[in-house]
């Protein structure tokens, strides 16, 4: 008797749970910092879909590369293989993500020409690729209200010819050339010893 009068309580229960769960996946999904690794970022004019209402809009902000704390300008060249600092002034409450494509590489990233959501855009540290001649590109997807979502302007950079970051040069340690040259020294010594042994052993 009681599992009849249950029942019909538990089941709605449930089917309220399920219909929260997926509001809330949809939710999630929404938001750009949100994206599945296997999701590219949305072009402007399209709807990026979810519990977001509207299309994305393009923004007149760029995202851009420091070298040693110096800003690179758009359109500029960097080095292969250097190490850059991303940058870029992050809106007021907005949930963000970063996407820099051309074989750059973060190592802190968990997918491929991904920055970190909602975190490190000013401190990124991405590696340029090996390869010269090569577009890098730089956006931003953000939004500020479930309302709201923009694209910044995409910033590119080349890389140039000089691969000099790239080449690795191995210098010997003075230590080692002397660790090196005792260690001769201590076999030559033994087998002069050996040898005067020797001659000594026979004169007796």
């Known amino acids: 008797p009681f599992e009849g009068f249950f029942y019909p309580s538990a089941m709605v229960s449930l089917r309220s749970c399920l219909v929260v769960l997926v509001a809330g996946l949809a939710c999630v999904s929404a938001y750009p910092s ?17 519990s977001m209402s509207g299309n994305v809009a393009q923004d007149t902000s760029q995202a851009t590369f420091k070298r040693s704390g110096t800003t690179i300008a758009c359109g500029g060249t960097v080095n292969p293989c250097e190490s850059l600092t991303f940058d870029w002034a992050v809106p007021s409450g907005a949930q963000y993500l970063a996407f820099v494509s051309g074989g ?6 968990t997918c491929d020409g991904r920055g970190l959501p909602n975190a490190g855009a000013t401190s990124d540290v991405w590696v340029m690729p090996s390869t010269t001649g090569t577009t890098i590109s730089l956006d931003v997807m953000f939004a500020t209200s479930s309302s709201t979502a923009m694209r910044s302007t995409t910033c ?42 020797a001659v000594w052993t026979r004169r007796a």
């Open 34 to 50: 949100k994206f599945f690794c296997t999701r590219a970022i949305t072009a402007v004019g399209s709807s990026i879909g979810g």
């Open 104 to 109: 750059a590489t973060m190592s802190s990233s």
């Open 156 to 197: 590119t950079y080349t890389t140039s010819t000089d691969t000099s970051t790239c080449s690795t040069t191995t210098t010997p340690q003075p230590s080692a050339a002397v660790s090196s040259s005792a260690s001769v020294f201590s076999l030559v010594l033994a087998a002069a010893s050996a040898m005067a042994a």
